[in-house]
């Protein structure tokens, strides 16, 4: 499945750069959100995306995007027997399509489906077994909604929902504190023509 799908998003991506592309970048604010591992214990910091519409299907586009982002342990983590200070990077690929229809000129709602990796980096002790260097990635599905507001022809404002699931290994509980993810994205961003 996985290998299946970076193939279709390398070929979407070759195709991507004819010249009838469109580009955008996008800066947004992830703010993690809900009861899970992620909502209670990490504060976003940045994510910077990159799309590209490669198929005009009026009023449909279709595209590929690619979100990486920061966020970082917010101490909850933290107390008398551990101290931590881990960083998560995520990087999500994404296919999209995007809705542009004429009574809705300003508005432009989009759905994805992806897949999102989790790259945790840090250091954490623990008073009874002294420093460990955390290195590990998680993966999951990832489901995407959004809308954008063109403020200009190329200046717009987005709000998107990102939902992952989790793959979780052995020693991983299968919960939905573990495995389901939900980050809400506030940003601007940039059109290229």
């Given at each position: 499945?996985?290998?299946?799908?970076?193939?279709?998003?390398?070929?979407?991506?070759?195709?991507?750069?004819?010249?009838?592309?469109?580009?955008?970048?996008?800066?947004?604010?992830?703010?993690?959100?809900?009861?899970?591992?992620?909502?209670?214990?990490?504060?976003?910091?940045?994510?910077?995306?990159?799309?590209?519409?490669?198929?005009?299907?009026?009023?449909?586009?279709?595209?590929?995007?690619?979100?990486?982002?920061?966020?970082?342990?917010?101490?909850?983590?933290?107390?008398?027997?551990?101290?931590?200070?881990?960083?998560?990077?995520?990087?999500?690929?994404?296919?999209?399509?995007?809705?542009?229809?004429?009574?809705?000129?300003?508005?432009?709602?989009?759905?994805?489906?992806?897949?999102s990796f989790l790259i945790f980096d840090g250091l954490a002790s623990?008073?009874?077994?002294?420093?460990?260097?955390?290195?590990?990635?998680?993966?999951?599905?990832?489901?995407?909604?959004?809308?954008?507001?063109?403020?200009?022809?190329?200046?717009?404002?987005?709000?998107?929902?990102?939902?992952?699931?989790?793959?979780?290994?052995?020693?991983?509980?299968?919960?939905?504190?573990?495995?389901?993810?939900?980050?809400?994205?506030?940003?601007?961003?940039?059109?290229?023509f």
């Amino acid at each position: 499945m996985k290998k299946t799908f970076l193939a279709l998003l390398l070929i979407f991506t070759v195709k991507s750069f004819s010249q009838d592309s469109k580009l955008s970048l996008e800066l947004n604010y992830p703010i993690p959100v809900d009861n899970n591992f992620l909502g209670e214990n990490y504060t976003g910091v940045i994510d910077f995306g990159v799309k590209f519409r490669f198929v005009d299907l009026n009023p449909v586009n279709l595209g590929v995007a690619l979100n990486g982002g920061i966020l970082v342990d917010n101490d909850n983590l933290s107390n008398e027997f551990v101290n931590s200070n881990i960083t998560i990077y995520t990087v999500q690929p994404k296919l999209f399509a995007e809705l542009d229809l004429e009574a809705l000129k300003r508005f432009h709602p989009t759905i994805g489906l992806g897949y999102s990796f989790l790259i945790f980096d840090g250091l954490a002790s623990i008073s009874d077994f002294g420093l460990f260097e955390l290195n590990d990635t998680r993966n999951g599905f990832n489901f995407n909604l959004g809308v954008a507001y063109d403020i200009t022809d190329r200046l717009f404002a987005q709000v998107q929902y990102d939902f992952i699931r989790l793959d979780v290994d052995d020693d991983v509980p299968d919960t939905k504190f573990n495995t389901n993810i939900n980050i809400l994205k506030i940003g601007i961003g940039y059109r290229f023509f």
